[in-house]
């Protein structure tokens, strides 16, 4: 199982990065066909990578959600999932291209990563770790989104009288609300996300929160998010502000899943 | 809301600066690893312990009284804009989307997904009306009020958790704390998986109310903590205990349980012994203890014993371990508020989910003296999202469109091709 977990591992990785050289050029050469054999292509990637997980999973006899490897590919997988599930519902293609290199490098981190199978300590056991970390990956796939998106939105401006821009990228206020929808969703999964992670945590350490770096983390960057939604509805920071904002946001997400470990460790460790 | 914004970004980054700088150390500690100054600084302003600091407490309250005024203040308003959302009789909001000369209006609630429209007549005017997820109005009040109840009982919850710690090996009964109850292991297991690793540690409890004699029985393990008089026990760790014996003249003088990290008083002598550790293979695979002994209070001697030797003589005192077996560390804890905790994060998830996924929308139409309808739409959240499934609803071209690039395709479902 674990050998088949490899094989389809590398086999995804290289979809993924067939996907974004298709991206690429249905930008290079805005021809539509490109970018919809480049969806496809990220979509089998994405099908295999759920297969890989799953034989991770079987091989490992656990959720596959537990160590750096893990998280990190579970990361990449629910970007790529996020990201369709974007594309799809607000048909740009566009989006698929600036997301395929932040799949690429998050999955490209994880196959840094040992990938031994280790026993899990008991108190990794438990259903409600599984709840938190699946909603996590939702919640860092939306995020990412909203970074791709905001990223997207600067771009947009700078791209004004380009007929291809006009042409394949929403207009700038659509792109806003989308953003805005993708941190929605990034925020209420975080919610749940820190929620179970105090039941998990309840249980397993006999406290449900204890300022560890990554809980902490965590809480900055959920009020950052809170702090973009006040200021779009109140102070009106919409458009530009609330891109850059979702570009800030989203370098919280990466510090509390990467910087906490390499530069706070606390109890959150192992992944 | 703009204090509100300015207090969650001092919140935010006193959480930031309380990760960076180490917690919980000594003075000297700050002294070895920052300036003189940095050092005094972390000192004076609590920063060695942000998230216990006074401050830190005062920002939780003040956020509380800052959410709980903003919910009492924007109640009236919400109340009044739930009443109007559902009353077909309030006029268009200058915001609203607007479709004139439509034929078949109730198309366009259909496209919109809205529930059937009511039909109105009234002053010689008919009208269709209908309301979408007028709840989701309510969503960033409940949100807010989910996180005051969360704050609230976290910090409730820290000022007035009890907390103790009880080990001990399977027949031994100890206190709790200072309380009324002492907690009996009753056993203590650790299982093992096929490949050697711990897979779980449970112990069996019992605990009595000395006031009233009465008990309960629980299991306490690893992701699955015991519930005991209103107290939860949490499995926490293990080690190894070893029975000490002390006889003299070969008369049992004394016999415990004493696991490693212990220091006990030896009977009949002036000593203290220390048990510093195990180790199952010490000598032609026998177990050997190692130990220190404090004369006085001072560190006298130390040494390892092997499983059937003696220890240590003293006068005629002798002194042995023997019985290696493993102990359990329990966490006996009665946070009184947690479930407000629970309670406030359960509706701060459903008021979360009221004000993104429930958005209100309200679709209106009037029909005009020569017959056609004007359609109106108006959505609190949906911007030019809204503005644009209107549009595609009743068949409007897009204004941008118009203006500049040459529409390519027209239809519903090709927003790409018609951006
Ligand atoms: C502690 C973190 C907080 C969170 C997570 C939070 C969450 C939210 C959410 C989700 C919304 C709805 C936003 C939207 O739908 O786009 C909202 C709106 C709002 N929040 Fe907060 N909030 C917080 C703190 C505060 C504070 C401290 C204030 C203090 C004044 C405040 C005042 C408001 C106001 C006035 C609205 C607009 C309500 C409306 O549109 O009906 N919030 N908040």
Redesign the pocket.
């Known amino acids: 199982m674990l050998q088949a977990e490899n094989v389809l591992f590398t086999i995804t990785i290289l979809l993924y990065v067939a996907a974004m050289v298709f991206y690429f050029l249905f930008i290079a050469v805005k021809k539509e066909s490109f970018a919809k054999i480049a969806t496809l292509i990220q979509l089998v990637g994405l099908v295999l990578h759920t297969v890989a997980l799953i034989c991770r999973g079987i091989g490992a006899g656990r959720l596959p959600l537990t160590n750096q490897y893990e998280f990190a590919t579970s990361f990449a997988w629910g970007l790529s999932l996020v990201s369709l599930i974007f594309l799809w519902r607000f048909k740009f293609p566009v989006l698929g291209a600036f997301a395929a290199p932040v799949i690429i490098l998050i999955i490209g981190y994880a196959a840094l990563q040992s990938r031994e199978v280790r026993e899990l300590m008991p108190s990794l056991r438990s259903s409600w770790l599984g709840i938190h970390v699946s909603t996590a990956i939702i919640a860092y796939g939306a995020f990412g989104v909203s970074f791709v998106l905001g990223f997207i939105f600067l771009m947009r401006e700078k791209m004004q009288n380009s007929a291809f821009w006009d042409s394949h990228v929403p207009a700038r206020e659509k792109l806003d609300v989308i953003g ?1 929808r993708s941190v ?1 969703l990034g ?1 209420l999964f975080l ?1 749940f996300t820190m929620i179970t992670g105090a039941i998990w945590a309840e249980q397993a350490w006999g406290s449900y929160w204890s300022w560890d770096p990554k809980e902490t983390w965590s809480l900055v960057t ?2 950052v ?2 702090i973009y ?2 200021m ?3 102070r009106g920071w919409k458009g530009r502000a609330a891109a850059i904002f979702a570009v800030v946001g989203f370098i919280c997400v990466i510090f509390t899943y990467i910087g906490v470990n390499t530069f706070l460790p606390g109890i959150h460790s192992y992944a | ?5 300015l ?2 970004l001092v ?1 935010a980054l006193a959480c930031a600066l309380g990760s960076f700088i180490p917690q919980g150390h000594t003075l000297d500690w700050y002294l070895q690893n920052y300036t003189e100054r940095q050092a005094a600084l972390i000192y004076g302003l609590a920063l060695d312990d942000v998230f216990h600091s006074v401050w830190f407490l005062v920002l939780a309250v003040i ?1 509380c009284c ?2 709980l ?2 919910n009492l203040l ?1 109640l009236p ?2 109340l009044a ?1 739930w009443k109007q959302a559902g009353d077909p009789e309030k006029a268009p909001n200058a915001a609203a989307c607007e479709a004139p000369n439509q034929a078949q209006p109730e198309q366009i609630f259909e496209k919109l997904h809205m529930p059937a429209p009511k039909r109105i007549e009234a002053d010689g005017k008919t009208s269709l009306f209908s309301v979408k997820n007028r709840l989701g ?1 309510w ?3 409940v ?2 009020l989910g ?1 005051l109840l969360l ?1 609230i009982g976290f910090t409730l919850g820290q000022t007035t958790t009890e907390e103790y710690t009880v080990y001990g090996v399977p027949g031994q009964t100890k206190p709790v704390g200072d309380t009324d109850y002492t907690l009996t292991i009753d056993d203590f297991g650790v299982e093992f998986s096929e490949s050697g690793g711990v897979q779980q540690y449970t112990a069996q409890l019992t605990m009595r109310d000395t006031r009233t004699g009465e008990q309960q029985s629980d299991s306490a393990a690893v992701n699955a903590p015991g519930n005991l008089f209103g107290y939860r026990v949490y499995q926490n760790s293990t080690g190894t205990a070893a029975k000490l014996t002390v006889t003299m003249d070969g008369k049992l003088m004394q016999e415990e349980v004493v696991c490693v990290g212990d220091y006990t008083y030896v009977l009949q002598t002036p000593l203290m012994i220390y048990l510093d550790g195990y180790q199952e293979d010490y000598f032609e695979q026998r177990p050997g203890y190692a130990y220190s002994t404090y004369y006085m209070g001072q560190a006298d001697q130390g040494g390892v014993q092997v499983d059937g030797d003696i220890a240590l003589r003293y006068g005629s005192v002798e002194i042995s371990f023997s019985e290696p077996q493993d102990y359990t560390l329990l966490q006996v804890k009665a946070d009184h508020y947690a479930w407000l905790v629970l309670v406030g994060g359960v509706i ?1 998830l459903l ?2 989910f009221l ?2 996924y429930l ?1 209100t929308r309200r679709v209106w139409a009037e029909q005009q003296s020569d017959g056609s309808w004007t359609v109106y739409g108006e959505s ?2 949906g911007g030019a999202l809204f503005a644009e499934q209107f549009r595609e609803a009743a068949g409007l071209p897009d204004p941008r469109q118009t203006m500049s690039a040459p529409p390519e395709a027209s239809g519903e479902n090709n927003e790409t091709e018609s951006r």
Do not use: D, E, Q, T
């Open positions: 805005y929605c925020l919610s959920w009020l998010y809170a939604l006040h779009r509805l109140r | 809301m703009k204090f509100g914004i207090l969650l919140l956020l800052n959410l005024l903003c924007h308003g919400l804009r109005l969503g960033a009040w949100c807010h996180i704050v701060l008021g979360l004000a993104f958005p609190r959240k």
